[in-house]
């Protein structure tokens, strides 16, 4: 749960599936209560609009329901609430929370941009402003802890580099082609670990893709890439099997990634699917 201030309201939202969601309980403070929600989602061009954004991102959405609410706008006993209409259609894009401090009624930033526009205007362009300053500084300190982790990951390959070159590769073929090959085979062996595949492997599977695999990875897998790459150097050093060596750090890949989602260090992985036992 984060927020941002908007014309001196506090004004909640929170990431789910990397989407955001706005609170409109909060928006409404500055022109009454929830009664407005309430009164927005009586609209028939608020029908219209949300169960339009349902048809085109929630492949579970009840359509059935949605007509029938359709049909009845505009009758005076028409009545619509947030809990109604998420219970009735399956919708996602309007979510309830509960509790004290931040609970409410969200709505996703498509739609609450919408409600926006319907309760006020001149909010909405103050709302929009503070998000996307919001947000630019999230992202700028995404991309700065990315670089860093990257940084790390490539002093701590040296470290790998040199345990290779004192241990695997015989003085007479330090300069050799053969050489390199080793390089590369102990690299892929971090990516295996890692990511499930091989340099080679990624880039056939992402032919349009610049950059390498690694180029690619999040914060939390360059994290543990440069602690596996420290590690896969030591057990070189104690001259341990490359078959067995990749178990181990395939083992600790997926303990320390599991540690950094359940601790919340890390939050959401989107490529942890890639990381394969």
């Not at 403070?29 to 061009?45: L, S, V």
């Not at 931040?102 to 362009?125: M, N, Q, R």
Request: proline residues 3%; glycine residues 4%; contains cysteine.
């Amino acid at each position: 749960m984060k927020k941002f201030l908007v014309q001196d309201s506090q004004i909640h939202f929170f990431t789910h599936q990397e989407e955001d969601y706005i609170s409109l309980t909060d928006i409404v403070k500055k022109f009454g209560d929830d009664a407005i929600i309430y009164n927005w989602m009586r609209n028939r061009n608020t029908i219209e609009y949300i169960g339009t954004w349902e048809q085109l991102y929630n492949p579970d959405f009840n359509t059935e329901a949605f007509d029938k609410f359709r049909m009845d706008t505009g009758l005076n006993t028409f009545t619509m609430s947030p809990k109604k209409w998420t219970e009735a259609t399956n919708a996602i894009g309007i979510i309830s929370k509960a509790g004290r401090y931040g609970g409410g009624t969200y709505a996703h930033k498509d739609i609450a941009l919408e409600f926006c526009s319907w309760a006020s205007p001149v909010f909405k362009l103050y709302l929009v402003k503070e998000f996307q300053r919001l947000k630019s500084e999230e992202n700028e300190r995404q991309s700065l802890d990315w670089n860093i982790k990257r940084v790390l990951s490539k002093v701590n390959y040296r470290i790998h580099t040199e345990a290779i070159k004192d241990y695997l590769i015989p003085p007479r073929l330090e300069k050799s082609r053969q050489s390199g090959m080793i390089y590369a085979t102990e690299a892929d062996l971090l990516n295996l670990a890692l990511f499930g595949v091989t340099a080679r492997q990624w880039k056939l599977e992402n032919p349009n893709l610049k950059g390498n695999i690694r180029d690619h990875a999040n914060s939390e897998q360059l994290l543990v890439l440069a602690n596996i790459e420290s590690l896969n150097a030591e057990f070189i050093r104690l001259d341990i099997d490359r078959e067995e060596r990749l178990k181990m750090l395939n083992d600790t890949a997926i303990h320390q990634i599991g540690l950094l989602v359940k601790t919340q260090l890390a939050g959401k992985l989107p490529n942890s699917k890639n990381i394969k036992k």
